[in-house]
């Protein structure tokens, strides 16, 4: 395992990855914006995983992991992990994460950790519209769901048209 | 015909299934029930129907980024989904590509048409999904490819479109540099307004660039600065603040307009992480401004009287910057401070271990080390090891400058060493070298710290201290003159369990055993030769039987035989040194030195535990040890051979031998107690190259063999431990002579040269005395208070440091340390930037400065503009004169604004500048006249109350601005 990748800061990426993990230590979602392999990947992930859901409650929420800066807030049971590089701005980093929360609550209609686990990739097209390239890029949270919506139903329409079955129907009954 | 592909599709498992199937299972099964799915999986991808292939992409990610399941097999399957027509497959591959492609993926070169073909499509959303895409996975052909497309869509009518495209330009940037050619400009532009989502996204591109290479972005400094008064979003203000942080140390005449604005931000916002920001710029960048610094140290106390373990972390911290040079917002908190550090959190407990060392001073340090060090005996191992290595490093500070008492420092390294979950050996280690061979006085003391560590059998069994032990030994060879009873230390060495160590530390031991058997032997002579010339033999004989019957034990049986030797004193009582008893009182035998009494069986004794230990070890594999082993053992045996038989030699025979005896350890004795002096690191440096000297030669296959042979990290000395420094030492000017060899007289001329020459870096050659050990050890039982709560403690201690601010009246006063001035001085660490920043930053000058040049020949300029500025700066020298004249003319009306204002718009002054400029700067001044105008226009608009003429001191007079923009 090459670690020293990980510690060459040569990507320009603000945050490097977003994660979300269960109490448990499942992850519920994750998003890689500085290039990780796979094995790196679940790699990192044992090892916030086994830190930051073991943080008592009154403990501060940035952790120092690897030269790097985690910033966790727990929803319920699930902890969002940001990690970015250290000297960022911490509360910068839970205000994007409080903001993510937010549209994802006003997305699924009071969320809960089943909705991300059944839509997991509708998180990942909801955080899209939030960060690009690991920058924050729309800090408007209703043009966010008003963009994800447009992006449903084209997907629906799509599905329609693309449906086998609606398509021989017409045929059918000719 | 379709039916095969329909049956798939009306029978495939969906997303769901899968999440649930996966859900359902034990921990046991999963594995199993996973690996079946990914064979059905990659059955169904090969179907030639688009939606099963992409619902069966859709199930792989899922288990990709969840699972981390390898997918990099199904590349081109979703290659083949983004070139559906179906919106719904297309944002399924999209999704499976950015989570999965890397640049190493073989077939990433192929998605460059359809990437190309999402960017030009009409459908808004297939663009922004090629856009996110891009951003994630852009690699150099990708970006080279798409340059020209992202930078049409730069200028898109969706704000969404534009915004993401913005995002973008950073990773084409970073991979792709010559794209700043194309898109520079238009993200600039993109700065104008002051709210829009535009504006956030392009402060944050600009932000992560300032960060690598803040000097290209200098130039905009105006447009940042008009952000930072009009933007109301907190996220924008951050990232702008976080550029000025970049920016100031570059230019200092931003710190005076910058100040007031953040102090606004600061007052009235009430986002705590805008507030956080601002403290953090203002103690980074404004340590000057005492009016600014005294508001950001109001809001840290904010901070530190929340309950949110956050804003109190992040509070300790900003104190912790401002703390080296505003000690003051440290000693304000002081309570908050010292209550933190019991608390719950680790992060939290470290940053006031910071801020408390940060307060010690040379008043309260061996209170604050005392109760630390107590405080670190009941906390965990990791946070103990933190503790002492902070105590460590704020003590050594610029050559132990805290420091006064040295002897209470050398004994609180020994008694650190002790704490069951020390870890800091090689700290320890240095530093006991280190002050050995720089403070003199404290060299006794220092003895007796690494006797007792050396005698400790405990200590050897941890191997985090055999660093520590490996100086301890050092000491005691090198100072064993200082030492109470040298035989103990021999013994120490010598023992047993000394089998644990490392190779490379047991022959330090060895090497310091054999020094003090020379020490041992070459006092023995000297005191023989007093006594021959005072004494007559006869008499000598008898007073030696009379003492010899007062030994006891085996010694008893050579007394006898103990030959002409008799310590001057010896008609008073003495202690005979004991070889067998090692627990022998220390504290109540006289020194060694003072007692001079070595008898020639304790001597023969010494030699044979030497023979004894060291024999076996001639065989062993190490080569160090079985070299020195060696070397020793010959000594021994040439030696030996004159003292163990003295019975059957004859008297006249015996004296003629020992003669010999005695000239050879005289010889390595000479050799051992040259001192070793501090040497700087920039010592060889300074020796003249002697002309007959070749070094050009290539010399290659030497390096094969230096290869592995590492220079000492760069400290304040080049001898940073005692086997090192040796060798170190020995390389340059051959100052000692291990083997017994008399030093070549042409090396000593030299060393005398050389000492003539750095006088200043030698220690003095005389000896010292002993001084007397007259104030109490800092451990003193009966001094210490109960130490059972450390924060009642420790509050204590803060009262302390607040009310004792003079000078406490020391009982000696601080001993001499050598320092070294040339050699403290770290090397310059050349960091060589990466080539791709260099393309990067590159690229923006020539677009800076050719936009410039542009405006310039606009102007029918005939000078050229597009060289560099330190050129301009270097050829227009009457314009900067101007430049500067203007400045510090600028200096008195430094409070009055309106002065200045008339200053700048007076025609007179306004007109005489010009004229002085006129030459070549000419199309330069109209330039920055005309936008500063419209700049100063544009605030007064904005901002009634901000300083009509804010940016114009900031940027037109600034000689490293191109005009363009201001």
Redesign the interface.
């Known amino acids: 395992m090459v670690w020293s990748d990980l510690l060459i800061k040569e990507h320009i990426v603000p945050i490097h990855f977003v994660l979300l993990v269960s109490r448990q230590g499942k992850v519920r979602l994750a998003k890689w914006y500085s290039p990780y392999t796979l094995r790196e990947r679940s790699k990192v992930i044992r090892e916030l995983s086994g830190i930051i859901p073991n943080r008592g409650p009154k403990l501060c929420n940035f952790v120092e992991w690897r030269g790097f800066r985690a910033v966790y807030r727990r929803y319920a049971g699930l902890y969002f992990c940001m990690c970015v590089d250290e000297g960022d701005n911490e509360l910068e980093l839970l205000d994007i994460i409080h903001h993510f929360v937010e549209i994802l609550d006003r997305y699924f209609g009071s969320v809960c950790e089943l909705d991300l686990i059944f839509n997991f990739h509708k998180a990942y097209y909801i955080l899209d519209e939030i960060l690009i390239a690991g920058e924050v890029q729309e800090s408007n949270k209703r043009s966010v769901i008003r963009l994800v919506r447009a992006h449903d139903s084209l997907v629906e329409t799509a599905k329609e048209q693309a449906n086998p079955l609606s398509n021989m129907l017409p045929q059918a009954t000719i | 015909m ?1 039916s095969p ?2 049956m798939e ?1 009306l029978f495939q498992r969906g ?2 299934d899968i ?1 649930k199937g996966v ?1 359902h299972q034990q921990s046991s099964t999963e594995s199993i029930f996973i690996s079946r799915v990914i064979e059905e999986i990659r059955r169904e991808i090969k179907s030639t ?3 099963t292939k992409s619902t069966a992409l ?1 199930k792989l ?2 288990l ?3 699972h ?1 399941i ?1 997918m990099s097999w199904a590349s081109f399957h979703a290659i083949e989904c983004i070139s559906s027509p ?4 297309k ?2 591959g999209y ?1 499976a590509i950015s ?1 999965s492609f ?2 190493s993926t073989p077939v990433i070169l192929l998605i460059s048409n359809q990437l190309r073909k999402d960017l030009k499509s009409g ?1 808004e ?1 297939e663009v ?1 999904l090629a ?2 895409c891009l ?2 996975i852009g690699t150099v052909d990708l970006c080279r490819d798409l340059a020209s497309e992202v930078f049409i869509l730069m200028s898109s009518s969706k704000v ?1 479109i534009r ?2 495209a913005i ?2 330009v ?2 084409l940037f ?1 991979k792709y540099p010559d794209a700043v050619r194309v898109c520079f400009k238009k993200l600039v532009e993109s700065l104008e307004g002051s709210d829009s ?1 535009i504006v ?2 392009v402060v ?2 600009f ?3 300032s ?2 290479d803040p000097r290209s972005y200098l130039p905009l400094a105006p447009e940042f600065y008009r952000i930072l008064v009009d933007s109301k ?3 924008v203000l ?1 990232k702008v603040l ?1 550029i000025f942080v970049k920016l100031a140390p570059l230019e200092p005449r931003l710190a005076k307009r910058l100040v007031e604005p953040i102090c606004d931000h600061m007052r009235k916002t009430g ?3 805008l507030v ?2 601002c403290i ?1 710029t203002v103690v980074t960048s404004f340590t000057e401004y005492e009016s600014a610094m005294k508001l950001a140290a109001a809001k840290i106390r904010e901070f530190l009287m929340e309950d ?3 804003l ?3 509070g300790l911290h900003a104190i912790s910057i401002m703390a080296p040079k505003h000690l003051w917002a440290v000693l304000e908190n002081k309570d908050v401070v010292i209550q933190s550090l019991s608390d ?2 680790p ?2 407990k470290l940053e006031s271990l910071r801020l408390v060392m940060a307060m010690a001073s040379e008043s309260n340090l061996m209170e604050t080390c005392r109760v630390l060090v107590n405080y670190a005996l009941k906390s965990d191992p990791d946070f103990c090891n933190e503790i002492l290595g902070s105590i460590l490093s704020t003590c050594c500070q610029n050559v132990y400058e805290v420091i006064i008492d040295f002897d209470w420092y050398v004994s609180l390294l020994g008694e650190m060493s002790r704490i069951p979950n020390c870890k800091k050996g090689e700290e320890i280690e240095n530093q006991l070298i280190d002050i050995g061979m720089r403070v003199k006085d404290v060299r006794p003391e220092l003895v007796r710290i690494a006797r007792d560590l050396l005698i400790d059998p405990a200590l050897l069994g941890n191997p985090f201290l055999h660093r520590l032990l490996s100086a301890a030994a050092w000491v005691c060879g090198e100072y064993v003159e200082f030492s109470r009873n040298p035989v103990e230390l021999m013994e120490a060495l010598l023992q047993p369990r000394t089998s644990l160590l490392p190779s490379s530390i047991r022959t330090v031991y060895m090497q310091s055993a054999f020094k003090i058997l020379i020490f041992c032997m070459h006092s023995y002579f000297l005191q023989k030769e007093d006594m021959t010339s005072e004494v007559s033999d006869l008499a000598s004989k008898r007073e030696c039987s009379e003492s010899s019957d007062l030994a006891t034990g085996k010694a008893l049986v050579q007394s006898d035989q103990d030959e002409g030797f008799n310590p001057r004193e010896s008609n008073q009582s003495f202690e005979y040194p004991s070889v067998v008893d090692t627990g022998d009182g220390q504290s109540s035998t006289p020194t060694f030195m003072e007692k001079k009494s070595l008898m020639h069986e304790s001597i023969v004794n010494l030699l044979n535990l030497m023979e004894l230990v060291l024999s076996p070890l001639s065989g062993s594999l190490d080569v160090e040890i079985q070299e020195r082993a060696c070397n020793v053992l010959g000594f021994i045996e040439l030696v030996q051979q004159e003292f163990s038989n003295p019975l059957i030699q004859k008297e006249a025979n015996l004296d003629r031998e020992e003669v010999i005896a005695s000239r050879v350890v005289e010889w390595v004795h000479d050799g051992f107690t040259e001192e070793l002096g501090p040497v700087s690191v920039t010592a060889q440096d300074r020796v003249p190259i002697p002309d007959e000297l070749v070094l050009k030669e290539n010399l290659t296959d030497l390096e094969a063999i230096c290869g592995g042979v590492e220079l000492p990290a760069p400290g304040s000395f080049s001898l940073t431990s005692p086997y090192y420094g040796e060798s170190a030492v020995f390389s340059v000017s051959n100052l000692q002579a291990e083997e017994d060899s008399e030093p070549s007289t042409e090396s000593t001329s030299l060393l005398t040269e050389h000492r003539k020459r750095h006088e200043l870096y030698y220690l003095p050659s005389e000896k010292n005395k002993i001084p007397a050990n007259d104030y109490p050890p800092a451990n003193d039982p009966s001094s210490s208070i109960n130490t059972n709560d450390a924060t009642e403690d420790l509050v204590k201690l803060a009262d302390q440091s607040l009310v004792s601010k003079r000078k406490p009246n020391h009982a000696k006063p601080r001993p001499v340390v050598v320092k070294l001035e040339e050699g403290e001085a770290a090397p310059v660490v050349s960091k060589k930037p ?1 080539l ?1 920043d260099d393309l990067l930053s590159g690229a923006i000058h020539d677009i800076l400065l050719g936009n410039e040049a542009k405006a310039a020949s606009s102007q029918s300029n005939p000078f050229d503009k597009s060289s560099s500025k330190r050129k301009g700066k270097a050829k227009h020298v009457d314009l900067l004169d101007s430049k500067e004249n203007l400045a510090v003319g600028e200096q008195p009306n430094h409070e009055n604004p309106s002065s200045r204002r008339s200053k700048h718009r007076g025609d007179g002054k306004q007109k005489s500048k010009k004229s002085k400029g006129k030459k070549n700067g000419d199309g330069r001044e109209d330039d920055g006249e005309k936008e500063s105008q419209k700049i100063r226009d544009h605030h007064g608009r904005h901002k009634s109350r901000q300083r009509a003429d804010a940016p114009i001191n900031v940027v037109p007079q600034t000689p490293d601005i191109p005009d363009y923009l201001l």
Do not use: M
Not at chain 2, 86 to 89: E, P
């Open positions: 379709a592909s329909l599709t997303l769901d999440i859900r129907d688009l939606q859709q990610t899922y990709n980024s969840i981390f390898d179906a919106f719904s497959h944002k399924i999704l989570q890397s640049e459908n959303f922004s856009l996110d951003s994630r969404f915004k993401k995002g973008v950073l990773r970073e989502p956030s996204a944050g591109v932000c992560e660039l960060a690598k979003n907190n996220w951050i976080k986002a705590k992480s956080f920001e953090r949110d373990p956050n109190k972390y992040l719950e959190d992060n939290i990466e791709k």
